[in-house]
């Protein structure tokens, strides 16, 4: 079992759509978790980190769930500047685990 | 803030050759992180510093992968010798606590 596993893509929605990603990690020892967003050939880059109280950033809110082990990053009315992969990420002792990335394409 | 530099941006090399990668962290960071990212895969952790001390290594291809960091700043990559398989985006990160991580853009190595 992967330690970090992320929805398979690609999402393809249109403009305003809400979407949403989930993913589940395996080591219940983990410390703090994350959302990256990662652009086609760029590095990846902090998007917002997931509290258990849930956390929202304009468009963007981000829950995890410790007893599931579950962690979920919502995006509401959709822009089409959204498009790239979203990398879940779990930090494990000092070092981040990372998902394998769900792509997102939002079109006009 | 200057940001994580990295050098080359890009590589190719023949099988069994030797490549080299450099990462110089943003000042002040004591943690380094190596990532390996494969098309399509998110990044797989190679190598944690802190300061010039290897912190974890175990996913780290020993064989043919070496890393340093000898005077706890800047830091270099090797592969020796290369594989068809080591075609990927070699990334580098530091830190300065849990959750403070920034990337450089990267070197993309493929190997012919």
């Known amino acids: 079992r992967k330690e970090v596993e992320q929805d398979p893509g690609p999402f393809n929605v249109p403009e305003g759509a809400t979407v949403a990603f989930n993913c589940t990690y395996s080591n219940s020892a983990s410390q703090s978790f994350f959302w990256y967003r990662q652009d086609c050939r760029k590095e990846p880059k902090l998007l917002m980190s997931?509290?258990?109280s849930g956390n929202e950033d304009g468009r963007f809110t981000a829950q995890l769930n410790r007893a599931s082990q579950y962690i979920s990053l919502l995006i509401r009315d959709s822009k089409l500047s959204d498009s790239a992969t979203y990398l879940c990420?779990?930090?494990?002792?000092?070092?981040?685990?990372f998902g394998q990335g769900t792509e997102l394409s939002v079109k006009p | 803030e200057a940001g994580v530099a990295q050098s080359p941006r890009y590589k190719i090399i023949e099988k069994r050759q030797s490549v080299a990668f450099w990462c110089n962290p943003i000042?002040?960071?004591?943690?380094l992180y190596w990532y390996q990212q494969i098309l399509g895969q998110g990044p797989k952790l190679l190598i944690q510093f802190q300061n010039n001390g290897v912190v974890d290594d175990s996913q780290l291809p020993k064989d043919r992968f070496s890393a340093e960091r000898l005077k706890g700043v800047d830091s270099t990559l090797k592969i020796q010798p290369a594989k068809l398989e080591d075609s990927a985006v070699y990334l580098c990160?530091?830190?300065?606590?849990?959750?403070?991580?920034?990337f450089g853009s990267g070197t993309r190595l493929t190997v012919v």
């Open positions: 990420v779990v930090n494990q002792g000092g070092k981040l685990i």
């Open positions: 990160a530091s830190s300065t606590s849990n959750y403070g991580y920034t």
């Open positions: 997931v509290y258990s």
């Open positions: 000042s002040g960071h004591a943690t």
